[in-house]
């Protein structure tokens, strides 16, 4: 069986030992040439747009933040102004003289408050308003670039 085996297996010596010799085509090789390089180019473009990608979604939550800071300022600012008009009114009304001093008085600072509630609703609007356009304006500016320079 021995022998047999190594008959059975002569033709393919023989064939492994001509692969080994035969000589590739310069067009297989120039092929496998240009698809490595197509793969390698393809593969920094993604790696270029996924950076334009994570530079965006850096851009939008720098943004974010941002805004939140300036949002909190803007609420501390208020409650800090509101304390000052309440502790002011007080002290305007310890000075009335008459009831109907204090009734007036009074009457001034609700005004007051009143016109300064409407003010920062109208002022928090535009606010939010800008914000929103602004914020729809940048994702979609982010979002095209990504997606000229990717596609």
Do not use: C, W
Request: hydrophobic letters at 40%; proline letters at 1%; zero cysteines.
């Amino acid at each position: 069986m021995t022998t047999e085996t190594n008959i059975a297996f002569e033709g393919f010596k023989d064939a492994f030992k001509n692969i080994q010799n035969l000589e590739v085509p310069e067009a297989a090789r120039e092929f496998v040439k240009k698809s490595a390089n197509t793969a390698k180019d393809r593969a920094a473009e993604v790696f270029a747009g996924s950076e334009r990608v994570t530079a965006a979604v850096e851009n939008a939550v720098t943004e974010s933040v941002t805004e939140a800071g300036k949002i909190s300022r803007n609420i501390q600012k208020a409650i800090y102004e509101d304390a000052e008009a309440f502790f002011a009114g007080i002290d305007k009304l310890a000075s009335a003289k008459s009831f109907s001093e204090a009734v007036e008085i009074q009457s001034g600072l609700l005004r007051a408050r009143g016109e300064a509630f409407v003010s920062r609703a109208k002022a928090t609007t535009d606010y939010f308003g800008k914000l929103a356009a602004n914020g729809a304006k940048s994702v979609q500016d982010n979002f095209a670039k990504v997606y000229n320079k990717t596609a």
